[in-house]
């Protein structure tokens, strides 16, 4: 018996790490957007699903060429960057840059019409029948790089994969904001535009950078969770409930919150489906509203500047 609570105590922490891995290369996306252009940004979701669709047909094309099962990873990749630098500064520069300096419920409201067009525009090119990243004879990248044991559990390496690309976003963002000069530009706009602006600071070019990095970065996200799921149609509508969650109880707009909160998050989900599953979902929003409870802004929520 206390093998068994041991073993069921190692597999919640395990998952845990590994569904907050994956939720923070999702939603520090989103935090970035918000903490610099102030847009709560609903249509990230579909930008997570573009990414996971892309990746379905570059690995497929892949795949049917006969190349090495191992350039699939390559697509995976080539599909997070197309989808980032395609979609992204088009949704900015398309739509966002007109929007600039209105209420943030109008950017709420336009981001959601925007997800639900990019919703139907998915499904007017994939279709509604589920997806899968696979090859001819069922290889696929999810089980390519082989398994690893803890506690005589055995799980993928490519989890660990999950939380190499989310140790290493993480540490490239805060580094890129605290340590370069683009950083510390980009630091200057989150706190005052209007200021920034005046320095000679642009702010427009600052806001085509972040959107399209978090779109990239919504994209990673999808693409990397391609070969674990069957991708349908609407995945990304409950994508960007939990990354609303992540970032609701960390603070919007910081990073550490967006870590802090993907972590908690994934260790609720999983504490959850191991020890009470029909209360799964109930339990992250009961741990979020706790939070909100507590702290109305967050658990990083900074100061913010009284304008006069």
């Known amino acids: 018996m206390g093998a068994r609570v041991v073993s069921q105590f190692i597999a919640v922490l395990v998952d845990g790490v590994v569904y907050a891995s994956w939720l923070f290369i999702i939603a520090v996306g989103l935090t970035l957007i918000y903490g610099v252009m102030k847009i709560l940004n609903i249509a990230h979701g579909s930008l997570y699903a573009l990414g996971a669709f892309s990746a379905v047909s570059l ?21 997070a960057v197309l989808v980032g630098l395609v979609f992204g500064p088009l949704i900015e520069r398309g739509l966002l840059q007109f929007l600039y300096g ?5 950017l709420v409201l336009v981001t959601y019409a925007l ?6 525009f998915i499904k007017l090119v994939w279709g509604v029948d589920p997806l899968f990243v696979q090859g001819p004879n069922g290889e696929t990248p999810y089980g390519l790089l082989g398994n690893f044991e803890v506690a005589g559990l055995t799980y993928p390496n490519y989890n660990l994969l999950l939380l190499g690309v989310a140790v ?10 605290n340590s370069t000069r683009s950083g510390k530009l980009l630091l200057a706009v989150i706190h005052d535009r209007e200021v920034s602006a005046a ?25 990397l969770t391609a070969p674990t799921v069957s991708v349908v149609t609407g995945m990304g509508a409950e994508v960007i409930v939990m990354a609303f ?10 990073l550490p919150g967006a870590a802090l909160g993907a972590l908690i998050v994934g260790m609720v989900r999983a504490a959850a489906v191991h020890y009470a599953p029909e209360v799964e979902l109930f339990s992250i929003y009961f741990v979020m509203a706790a939070v909100l409870i507590a702290r109305p802004k967050g658990l990083f929520s900074g100061a913010e500047v009284r304008k006069i």
Request: charged share 10%; hydrophobic share 60%.
């Open 59 to 79: 690995s497929a094309a892949w795949f049917s060429q006969g190349y090495a099962a191992m350039g699939s990873f390559a697509m995976l990749a080539l599909a």
């Open 115 to 120: 997800f639900l067009i990019l919703e139907d």
């Open 199 to 223: 320095l000679g600071i642009n702010v427009s070019r600052t806001y085509f950078v972040t959107f399209t990095i978090g779109a990239f970065l919504a994209a990673v996200g999808g693409a």
């Open 102 to 106: 209105k209420d943030e419920v109008v």
């Open 245 to 254: 969650a992540v970032v609701v109880i960390g603070g919007l707009g910081s």
């Open 168 to 177: 290493l976003t993480g540490l490239v963002l805060t580094w890129s904001l």
